[in-house]
């Protein structure tokens, strides 16, 4: 895919992260995620595995364009968070620990996110 401005032609690759939670709909807490790269699948420890990554998003399913109720950490801070287990994830499985990479990997993850209550499966 390329986008042109002006004079000059960015490649734009595609993100080499998947994440995925396993549940839809209702009961978002009762799932976990699914992190792959390139197709290869990524073990994350049991407690990260089962929880919400913290990622900034609006996750009322009432107010979903609200932004009063908006949560969680932008871009920048999330990475600056989550840098050393991230780190150490990547250097587990040979995933270059660059700046583009951790970017790519909160992006793959924050399309994914959720927070306890945010599909309205407990009310």
């Given at each position: 895919?390329?986008?042109?401005?002006?004079?000059?032609?960015?490649?734009?690759?595609?993100?080499?992260?998947?994440?995925?939670?396993?549940?839809?709909?209702?009961?978002?807490?009762?799932?976990h995620w699914e992190l792959f790269y390139l197709g290869q699948q990524l073990e994350i420890d049991l407690e990260r595995k089962?929880?919400?990554?913290?990622?900034?998003?609006?996750?009322?399913?009432?107010?979903?364009?609200?932004?009063?109720?908006?949560?969680?950490?932008?871009?920048?801070?999330?990475?600056?968070?989550?840098?050393?287990?991230?780190?150490?994830?990547?250097?587990?499985?040979?995933?270059?620990?660059?700046?583009?990479?951790?970017?790519?990997?909160?992006?793959?993850?924050?399309?994914?996110?959720?927070?306890?209550?945010?599909?309205?499966?407990?009310?």
């Amino acid at each position: 895919m390329h986008n042109i401005i002006g004079e000059v032609t960015l490649h734009i690759m595609p993100n080499p992260f998947t994440a995925r939670w396993t549940a839809k709909g209702s009961g978002l807490c009762l799932a976990h995620w699914e992190l792959f790269y390139l197709g290869q699948q990524l073990e994350i420890d049991l407690e990260r595995k089962q929880n919400d990554m913290g990622t900034y998003a609006i996750y009322s399913f009432i107010f979903p364009d609200d932004d009063i109720y908006a949560e969680g950490l932008p871009e920048d801070a999330w990475i600056i968070e989550n840098k050393d287990w991230l780190t150490s994830l990547f250097t587990t499985y040979n995933i270059p620990s660059d700046e583009t990479h951790l970017r790519l990997f909160y992006q793959a993850v924050n399309r994914n996110d959720w927070r306890c209550g945010s599909c309205g499966g407990c009310i």
